[in-house]
């Protein structure tokens, strides 16, 4: 265990700028200057068998177009992956899909002819009194002949 001194100590021995100016090198400016001199070999790689040393011009726009695209190519390899990942999605969906919507299809005709039944038994108070209001004019017109021509009561 340490006691406060030896944890001071400790602490002064190190050196935060010398700790930051590593941790940079190894962690920023390393990798870019690997991922650099990788990105010229690959350059070099491409451009010696072309041919473009020697002046073929050619070969030389040939290989500017492989370089112009690459990039282009690496940039949307996500949206692939993305694309790729919705299609087997889509997939798996397809066999549950029509089961799913057979089950709604039942449970919205069981739901239509339910709000149908209820809107029948609501209105089916006022066809009654329709109906018996039709039948008492009928009756005063079959009573009284010069009310034939006269609107209900």
């Known amino acids: 265990m340490q006691t406060p001194a030896s944890f001071e100590q400790a602490k002064s021995n190190i050196n935060p700028q ?12 390393f990798p870019v200057i690997i991922v650099s001199v990788a990105f010229v070999a690959g350059l070099v790689y491409l451009l010696l068998p072309t041919g473009a040393v020697g002046g073929d011009v050619a070969g030389l726009a040939q290989t500017a177009t492989v370089i112009l695209v690459l990039p282009i190519l690496f940039m949307l390899l996500p ?24 089950n ?23 066809f009654f009194i329709q109906q018996k209001n039709a039948e008492l004019q009928q009756l005063v017109r079959s009573i009284h002949p010069k009310s034939k021509g006269e609107r209900g009561l």
């Open 18 to 29: 010398r700790k930051h100016r590593q941790q940079r090198f190894w962690q920023i400016i």
């Open 79 to 102: 949206l692939l992956v993305i694309t790729i990942l919705l299609i087997n999605l889509l997939s798996r969906l397809a066999g549950w899909l029509p089961k799913a919507g057979g």
């Open 104 to 126: 709604l299809f039942e449970f919205s005709e069981k739901m239509r002819r339910t709000v149908q039944k209820s809107t029948s038994a609501a209105v089916a108070p006022l």
